[in-house]
């Protein structure tokens, strides 16, 4: 039996797949705005000037509120419409 000192063995072939190809992602963002932002809002309606009503106290509280509530909105529109171009 002999034995041979230096052996050489065949480099195997590349027969896999191909590499993935790279892929790009991009995102592009631009703001929409709804007619609902840039339509004009509706006239204030003025104060009522006429004789004052008596009522109790948790109705003036819901007046109160409801006003709060219109002007947050308000606002939010205004905010909403430093976005739009």
Do not use: N
Request: proline residues 14%; aromatic residues 8%.
């Amino acid at each position: 039996m002999t034995l041979t000192a230096c052996g050489h063995s065949a480099k195997p072939e590349a027969t896999g797949p191909a590499p993935d190809p790279i892929v790009e992602t991009r995102t592009v963002r631009e703001p929409y705005c709804p007619s609902e932002v840039t339509a004009p809002l509706p006239a204030r309606v003025p104060a009522y000037a006429g004789p004052a009503i008596e009522a109790p106290a948790e109705y003036f509280a819901w007046i109160a509120a409801h006003f709060q509530r219109e002007q947050s909105l308000e606002a939010r529109i205004a905010d909403a419409r430093t976005v739009c171009p």
